[in-house]
């Protein structure tokens, strides 16, 4: 993947110097913010393919920031830095239009493939979507409406295709619960969660070798779902518990 | 009712003026050749006088002195206490008659007035002792400062109080019967007690008819009638002030216990920031390579520890705020049997010397839960099973369906929870003796798991041996062994199906 150029902003200028050293030797070209203003005003001077953003700093806040970037750069990709463990945060982060979250304290791996896949997605934004879309063993067909698993075609409802196409699309990508339903099912949706989760028990079972522990579509904990590609290097690892 | 010793010998005193009186006037009367009509008026006009003392006795006695001067000197024939005619006879008794009916009645109206002032008195100073005692600030009433307003409005030599719920006794004034003892005895005795000889009076109180303490006065005038109410009020304000204070005790709790989640959120907040930093270098220093093996397993180790620390942070900083808010369950279909798997799968990793085992019925054994807290609460079980048992316990998770619940048992051998512990275990902060000296910990986690439990519809308890089936009893591991048993809603058949 050809290098992108990444703009920390986190007011803990240890982190990221860390952060800038350590995503260098990884590849990205990096610059830093200390503050919401220095960010705004780095991106008007230049743009940047992605922003790392802490969510809680003093001054302008990390979704402030987000809803700024968002309004005058819409492909830019931005992974927020969440501290706290609070759901509400991340929900808020993507209700912001962020592309994706890392909590506080998180591995240089994970943020790695984060911003790898986030960079895949805002790019591949830019071409035309492909008409076929694959996944591990799955290939959806969206003009033929048609899903293959090994080859065996799979039936789905209409709501269940859409809802899967919907999912690859964006895959890995955190979906919170609200923007499925509007997304799928139309604006006027976006409190139904039990409709939505027996929509994806179903898809489960239909999909999934085992829909007790699944390896395509992934529950983000309190926050909604999350396509993974089983077949991609960067893929979220299938979330085990703590080793504590 | 007989009069009282002291009453009689006022009576006495009382006749004894009367008499002295009947006795000049009888002098003047009979120097001034007066005849009965006068005579007997101006005699019961004494007797009225005598009346108004309210003492019957004494007034009774002068009026019957009074017909024995009539007739002695007003009477023929003089100086003899014989009658000769029957008008005088008639006179004399109609005299006595009269005097005594007068007597009677002015007696008594002075007794009842008399009663009653006492009464207001008894009552006024009931009430300015009851507005003192309220005006004390409960948070600094003690025994002493209590008692004071006792002595100083009712005068009394001495009053002393007997707490049972605290033990305490407090005493003010200065006792010349042994008080303090005397209402001990009481309360052991369990009845009010009355010495006319010291004038010690003492009232047991009662709360809710389990007798709570005793109040003992010493010197207390209109004893009889004043301690009950006196024991009354006591025992009022004595259960005002314990009130007061247990509720300062639960505010300043709850006041401890808001500060300290504060600084354990903002102290793990403040952790996460460094370890984000250390983890990004060290990942870093692993990236920018080429490392020597020995280089990268430095690496390697320093960003392991890291993450453990920042795992350890997250998972307290998720039980502190489990603890201090209500939980929420977002419930979801669960299959507890994977769910299972991937503990053993997981602490199997972690504890290495010790041997994890599911045992289950095969196929989906779905409950109705939510998926991060009941992982939450499955692992502090779990981890305890493993932090708890020796070396080389067995340590087995079994999961039984029952009608509409689903049993999760998590068991190790060898660690038997002391019996004295055994209903502490599950109390906020408690940690076990042999816990603290094994193993770290907050002393929050089977407290945050049964809370969940309960958050579920559920319960979480530790089962004794008698509890568990013998039929299955081939699935756990020997005696000794300590078993927790987690039991949520499981999904039924027809609400998995439903659905789709």
Redesign the interface.
């Given at each position: 993947m050809p290098s992108a150029n990444v703009l920390v902003v986190d007011d803990?200028a240890?982190?990221r110097k860390?952060?800038r050293?350590?995503?260098s030797?990884?590849g990205f070209l990096v610059a830093e913010a200390g503050s919401g203003d220095e960010a705004l005003e780095a991106l008007h001077q230049r743009v940047f393919e992605l922003v790392l953003l802490d969510i809680n700093m003093p001054g302008l806040s990390g979704i402030d920031i987000c809803r700024r970037i968002r309004g005058f750069s819409p492909h830019t990709g931005i992974v927020m830095?969440t501290?706290?463990?609070f759901e509400e945060d991340k929900v808020r982060a993507l209700e912001a239009g962020a592309d994706d979250y890392v909590?506080?304290?998180?591995?240089?791996?994970e943020?790695i493939a984060r911003l790898h896949a986030v960079l895949r997605r805002t790019r591949a934004f830019e071409s035309a979507g492909p008409s076929v879309l694959t996944a591990g063993e799955l290939e959806i067909d969206i003009p033929k409406r048609r899903l293959t698993r090994r080859g065996e075609e799979i039936h789905l409802?209409p709501t269940e295709f859409d809802l899967l196409v919907f999912l690859m699309k964006n895959v890995g990508a955190p979906l919170t619960h609200t923007k499925l339903l509007r997304s799928v099912w139309g604006p006027e949706y976006g409190g139904e969660?039990e409709y939505l989760?027996?929509?994806i028990?179903?898809l489960r079972?239909k999909i999934e070798r085992?829909p007790?522990?699944p390896e395509y579509i992934l529950?983000e904990?309190?926050v909604g779902y999350r396509f993974r590609n089983p077949s991609d290097p960067d893929s979220p690892p299938v979330p085990?518990?703590?080793?504590? | 009712m007989w009069p009282r010793p002291g009453d009689l010998k006022r009576s006495a005193v009382s006749a004894l003026l009367g008499a002295m009186v009947l006795a000049a006037l009888t002098f003047v009367s009979y120097r001034s050749h007066l005849d009965f009509s006068i005579a007997s008026l101006l005699y019961l006009m004494v007797v009225v006088v005598q009346s108004l003392s309210g003492d019957f006795l004494a007034a009774a006695a002068v009026s019957i002195l009074a017909v024995l001067c009539l007739d002695y000197f007003f009477t023929q024939p003089l100086f003899s206490l014989r009658i000769a005619s029957t008008a005088d006879a008639a006179a004399l008794i109609s005299f006595l008659a009269t005097a005594l009916v007068i007597t009677k009645l002015v007696s008594r109206a002075r007794a009842e007035a008399t009663s009653a002032k006492l009464q207001k008195e008894r009552l006024d100073r009931l009430y300015q002792v009851s507005q003192q005692l309220l005006m004390l600030d409960p948070d600094d009433a003690t025994g002493e400062k209590f008692l004071e307003p006792f002595q100083r409005i009712f005068g009394v030599t001495a009053v002393c109080i007997f707490d049972a719920e605290t033990g305490e006794t407090h005493v003010v004034g200065d006792s010349r019967h042994q008080l303090a003892e005397r209402v001990r005895d009481a309360y052991i005795m369990g009845r009010d007690s009355d010495d006319p000889n010291t004038g010690v009076a003492v009232r047991l109180f009662q709360t809710a008819s389990k007798i709570t303490g005793a109040v003992g006065f010493e010197g207390l005038r209109d004893r009889a009638d004043a301690a009950g109410p006196l024991a009354v009020l006591t025992n009022l304000l004595l259960e005002r002030i314990q009130e007061f204070r247990k509720a300062s005790a639960a505010s300043a709790a709850a006041q401890v216990e808001v500060y300290r989640a504060a600084i354990l959120d903002a102290l793990a907040h403040e952790f996460k920031t460094p370890l984000a930093t250390i983890l990004t270098a060290a990942g870093g220093i692993r990236e920018a390579g080429p490392l020597t093996e020995d280089q990268s397993e430095m690496a390697e180790t320093v960003e392991g520890e890291a993450a453990r620390l920042g795992r350890l942070t997250s998972r307290l900083l998720r039980v502190a705020r489990l603890d201090r808010d209500e939980v929420k369950p977002r419930m979801e279909t669960v299959d507890a049997g994977s769910l299972a798997d991937q503990m053993v799968a997981h602490y199997a990793r972690q504890f290495r010397d010790r041997r994890l085992s599911v045992s289950r019925p095969g196929g989906l054994m779905e409950a109705s839960a939510d998926p991060e807290l009941l992982r939450l609460a499955l692992s502090q079980l779990v981890e305890n099973a493993c932090k708890y048992s020796a070396p080389g316990a067995s340590v087995l998770i079994s999961i039984e369906p029952r009608p509409g619940r689903m049993a999760i048992r998590v068991s190790n051998s060898g660690s038997a929870i002391p019996s004295r512990e055994k209903r502490l275990i599950f109390d906020r902060f408690y940690r076990g003796a042999e816990a603290r000296q094994y193993a770290t910990g907050s002393g929050l986690g089977l407290y945050v798991a049964r809370k969940i439990a309960l958050a579920h519809g559920g319960t979480l308890d530790l089962e004794t041996r008698s509890d568990s089936s013998p039929s299955d009893s081939s699935m756990r591991p020997p005696n000794d062994d300590v078993t927790f048993c987690l039991e949520i809603p499981a999904v039924q058949e027809e609400e998995v199906h439903a659905v789709g």
């Open positions: 803990e240890s982190l860390a952060l050293a350590s995503l030797v990884s830095v501290v706290r463990d909590t506080k304290p998180f591995r240089l791996r943020l409802s969660l989760r027996s929509y028990r179903m079972k085992n007790a522990s529950t904990p309190w085990a518990e703590d080793e504590e | -």
